[in-house]
């Protein structure tokens, strides 16, 4: 905090690392090293590894898959080259819905009767697991519908639509579900001007200002484009179907009287 001519200033700042990692446990024999939860964060999952989206039969023939596979499914990888598809190549994560950083950035200027003041936060180092209930009981996303896969599509980012968990790709634990939780946030922001004194005198008030805030007004999530990521499942309950209630946008303006 610093003072120079008619402007004060204070700035805050915290930051926090944590990290866990299973250094010993007697876990069962026989599991390939890329599944096992040595060496990774507690309740780290495994997942089939989402790689991309199958464009036609064609392309379908030409990579393992599923028996009941079809144009438009999740491509899953391969990861032991064995040339099927099973639980041997499923990988365990080296995160959790822990994030490894989190942090905050707080200031606040004043000059003369004017004042501002605003918190930036974040985190990043953390994943949710999100699938939708999208089909009989629940809509589609919009970002989905726009980069669904269909025969006129084929190229497209999404896979074809589906029920719930009723396709064989969406029933199994994989990464196409799974979304980085990292996040910067304008926690809330306020500017407000008081009058002066000796105006005020005249009338019997001590004081007056005038201001506005907003919380929750800014928020930047490269991977969290349809859900607030804030409200990332427990680590005891990593799954979610994102109909948590997201944080609100707030926006306010006041007056404030001292007699």
């Known amino acids: 905090r610093n003072t120079v001519g008619n402007v004060s200033y204070t700035i805050g700042m915290n930051g926090g690392y944590s990290k866990n990692e299973i250094l010993f446990w007697d876990e069962a024999p026989g599991a390939p090293s890329y599944q096992r939860s040595t060496g990774a964060p507690i309740n780290a999952r495994t997942y089939y590894e989402a790689i991309g989206i199958f464009t036609d039969q064609q392309h379908l023939d030409s990579y393992p898959h599923f028996n009941n596979a079809r144009p438009g499914d999740v491509i899953f990888a391969d990861v032991n080259n064995d040339g099927n598809i099973d639980a041997n190549d499923m990988v365990r994560s080296d995160k959790t819905s822990i994030p490894r950083w989190t942090g905050g950035l707080n200031f606040e200027i004043k000059y003369k009767g004017f004042d501002f003041s605003a918190l930036v936060q974040g985190a990043a180092g953390a994943q949710t697991y999100i699938q939708t209930e999208s089909g009989t009981i629940g809509n589609f996303l919009k970002s989905f519908y726009d980069e669904r896969w269909t025969e006129s599509n084929p190229g497209a980012s999404s896979p074809r639509t589906f029920d719930r968990g009723a396709e064989y ?64 499942p427990s680590i005891d309950n990593p799954n979610s179907d994102g109909q948590s209630y997201p944080l609100q946008k707030i926006i306010n303006m006041g007056l404030s009287l001292t007699f």
């Open 169 to 232: 790709w969406a029933s199994l634990s994989n990464t196409y579900w799974l979304h980085n939780t990292d996040y910067i946030r304008l926690k809330n922001i306020e500017i407000g001007y008081s009058f002066p004194e000796k105006i005020l005198d005249k009338a019997g008030i001590q004081r007056v200002r005038l201001y506005m805030n907003a919380y929750n007004l800014l928020t930047y999530s490269p991977d969290m484009k349809d859900f607030d990521p804030e409200l990332a």
